[in-house]
């Protein structure tokens, strides 16, 4: 069974990092596109960033492009979204998602949530 497990999220004041974590089990990082989104209140999803099944190709939303990366590490089955000049802005629920696929493209990370597969989602909040 494929799963997702998110964390790393918490309270962070503007300007700060946080490293976001999402552990794979049920199947191997080289066979799915990975990705995130977010999902603040009363606002739409907003895809941020996904990484190829090769890993040679990483794509970033505009919002968070020379802020943000991701990156894979294969040996622990497990994505990362390093998040750095954070800003209250960034505030909102942060998902992992997976799909065998799908594609990264530039085209299509407006909406990386339609992925087939989800995590849990971890909070990010960012204020002073």
């Known amino acids: 069974q494929l799963q997702l497990v998110e964390s790393g999220g918490g309270l962070v004041q503007p300007g700060g990092s946080l490293r976001l974590s999402c552990a794979a089990s049920?199947?191997?990082?080289?066979?799915?596109?990975l990705g995130w989104f977010r999902q603040a209140p009363g606002k739409e999803r907003e895809g941020i960033s996904c990484?190829?099944?090769?890993?040679?190709?990483?794509i970033y939303g505009e919002s968070v492009k020379g802020r943000f990366t991701i990156s894979r590490d294969i040996a622990k089955n497990t994505v990362y979204l390093q998040m750095n000049s954070l800003k209250p802005e960034d505030t909102a629920v942060y998902y992992c998602?997976?799909?065998?696929?799908?594609?990264?493209?530039?085209?299509?990370?407006?909406?990386?949530?339609?992925?087939?597969?989800w995590g849990q989602g971890t909070q990010v909040t960012v204020s002073s």
């Open positions: 049920g199947f191997t990082l080289e066979d799915y596109n």
């Open positions: 998602v997976a799909d065998y696929s799908r594609l990264c493209r530039t085209a299509t990370i407006e909406w990386i949530y339609e992925y087939d597969h």
């Open positions: 990484i190829s099944s090769t890993g040679g190709t990483t």
